[in-house]
């Protein structure tokens, strides 16, 4: 059972079209999916709305590659929703709603970021510390 029916799909599918819904997928060598992520861009902020695996830990190759590009390309949030200790220790942090609407505020802005987004080969996934966030560089 699966909370993404048909309305949710022609709704992320619009978004999509608008050049605001991303995914990040993670292929095997014999081209299965075996895990990702989607979520919606807006401005320099990033909303994560579903991650899954097929094969253990391959969503969270996903999402290193998700946030060092985010940080690369000067995304200020990326949204997960819901504080688990998971995402604790992807390097997510607690802040305040006033804070939240703050940084919509200031980094929302519809124009921006709509483009299709290409993996920047010049990044290295392995420099991404979730820990250190914005003080780590994936740059190689």
């Known amino acids: 059972m699966t909370w993404i029916k048909e309305d949710i799909i022609k709704a992320y599918y619009s978004l999509y079209k608008k050049g605001y819904v991303h995914s990040i997928e993670v292929w095997d060598n014999d081209d299965n999916l075996i895990g990702g992520l989607y979520g919606v861009a807006i401005g320099h902020i990033f909303f994560t709305e579903s991650m899954f695996s097929k094969r253990p830990h391959a969503s969270k190759i996903a999402l290193a590659y998700l946030n060092c590009h985010l940080q690369a390309w000067g995304y200020i949030v990326n949204d997960v929703k819901r504080y688990t200790e998971f995402w604790k220790n992807q390097g997510a ?41 914005k003080k780590s560089n994936c740059f190689v």
């Open 93 to 133: 942090r607690l802040i305040s709603r006033s804070e939240f609407i703050l940084l919509l505020r200031e980094h929302i802005d519809t124009q921006k970021n709509r483009i299709p987004w290409k993996l920047d080969e010049t990044l290295n996934i392995g420099f991404w510390d979730p820990i250190k966030g």
